[in-house]
């Protein structure tokens, strides 16, 4: 089936401003309460959210073999269940209801009224049921920087770092949408000189600069996926903060790796942008540096050129963008993740979500994270408001964008913007 809906030319009759992120190309997949308090899975084109239910339910999408409450849920997951065939045919039909050329909904007025709201009518929730979410570290340059941080210079990256895409399993539970603000955690922390550790905050809080993707129905349990049908279990991409702690994980770190210090908050943007979406972006992924097993060996284009941005904003301040790195620096892609995820049989559900892991560029102002940024709090970075940050502080808001600009046409994520408050306290 053809990619008809990222025809580069095509224009729409909802209004569109110069730097949206969500022009007719794009095309993102969310689930919104709307201003009536119902449950619906849309999309978007500029600022105007679009209900996917309302459309189907008047006839809009009769050609497509689709059941009747399939945008009627409060998350995606039995519309990505479909597979890749009814999601490209729905997008496709999408771009033609909206293209300026047609009026069948232009010039219905009533239809208008049911299907489209304005982003302040509309309350963007968590667009799927995770049931299962994996973390990567994924970049090259943020793995040698870590490892340099925490370790000295003489002992870097591990020696399977180069052989096998390391990766952990996380929580699911605590996956939030932007907009929702997240406490500072407590736990076991071991102060520096010490050997007897002690309780309380955390002091050294942090954001993970990542992306993550969403999976559709994959594999039997014991069946591997092989690396030239990855893509074809992959839905799309949301912006990822993967926050962490950094006192509490040097504590608890060893032997069996993240635990307390990253599963207590990991906050995504709510727009999944499609694979699709973004095949006009594809590049190569970076060589590899060893001979990598055959699992993991691939042909053709499997990275994408995803421009990365993070800002810090003080509460009452201005803005202050302290990195900007790309997707393209991802060392393991998506397939090689996602093929040796499943080599031993594990099996990958409708909603599964997976982070790439920090991704951090060659350059001090690309780095994905605080820890690198601020060098583990050696080399404070100086904000506008004349205040500076190792790491952040409380009601600090963090904040990550992600967009594509090729011949014109951009396709973006929105953001991630998720506020740190004080240690919950029981009102």
């Known amino acids: 089936m053809p990619l008809s809906a990222n025809n580069p030319d095509r224009i729409s009759w909802l209004h569109v401003g110069k730097n949206s992120d969500f022009p007719i190309q794009n095309l993102p997949f969310g689930v919104f309460l709307t201003r009536d308090d119902i449950i619906t899975i849309g999309t978007r084109i500029g600022d105007t959210a679009i209900d996917l239910g309302a459309l189907h339910q008047l006839g809009y999408f009769k050609d497509i073999p689709l059941t009747e409450d399939i945008f009627l849920q409060d998350t995606l997951n039995d519309f990505i ?13 999408i771009a033609e209801i909206f293209d300026a050329n047609n009026d069948s909904l232009k010039n219905n007025t009533k239809h208008k009224e049911a299907i489209l709201f304005r982003l302040d009518e509309i309350e963007m929730q968590l667009p799927v049921q995770i049931g299962d979410y ?50 500072r955690p407590q736990g076991q922390t071991l102060p520096e000189g010490e050997t007897t550790p002690v309780f309380g905050p955390s002091k050294l809080i942090d954001f993970e600069l990542e992306m993550a993707f969403i ?16 893509e074809e279990y992959i839905f799309g991409l949301v912006m990822l903060n993967d926050w962490s702690a950094r006192d509490i994980q040097k504590w608890e770190y060893a032997p069996l790796g993240p635990f307390l210090a990253k599963n207590f908050a990991s906050s995504i943007s709510p727009w999944i942008v499609t694979l699709d979406a973004l095949e006009p972006f594809r590049i190569e992924s970076p060589k590899p540096l060893k001979k990598q097993f055959d699992y ?21 301040a201005k803005e202050n963008i302290v990195s900007k790195s790309n997707f393209k620096y991802m060392y393991w892609n998506m397939s090689q993740q996602l093929a040796h995820h499943t080599i031993n049989g594990c099996p990958v559900n ?48 963090v904040i990550m964008r992600g967009h594509c600009e090729k011949d014109g046409t951009r396709i973006g994520f929105g953001e991630v913007s998720t506020k740190l408050l004080p240690v919950y306290t029981k009102k």
């Open 81 to 93: 269940a479909d597979g890749r065939k009814t999601w490209r045919a729905v997008r496709n039909r």
């Open 350 to 397: 409708s909603g599964d979500m997976m982070g790439s892991g920090t991704i951090s560029g060659p350059t001090e102002d690309s780095y994905g994270s605080m820890l690198e940024l601020s060098w583990n709090g050696t080399k404070p970075l100086k904000l506008k408001d004349g205040s500076e940050r190792s790491f952040i502080n409380d009601n600090d808001t």
């Open 296 to 316: 993991l060996k691939y042909e053709g284009k499997k990275s994408y050129d995803i421009n990365l941005e993070i800002s810090i904003q003080p509460q009452g």
């Open 215 to 230: 999976t559709t129905d994959a594999n039997d349990l014991g069946e591997p996926i092989p690396i030239a049908d990855a």
């Open 134 to 183: 994996t973390d990567f570290h994924s970049s090259l340059e943020s793995a040698t920087n870590a490892a340099t941080i925490l370790k000295g210079t003489d002992n870097t990256l591990l020696p399977n770092w180069l052989h096998i895409p390391i990766g952990y399993h996380g929580r699911s539970s605590s996956v939030i949408p932007s907009g929702i603000p997240v406490h």
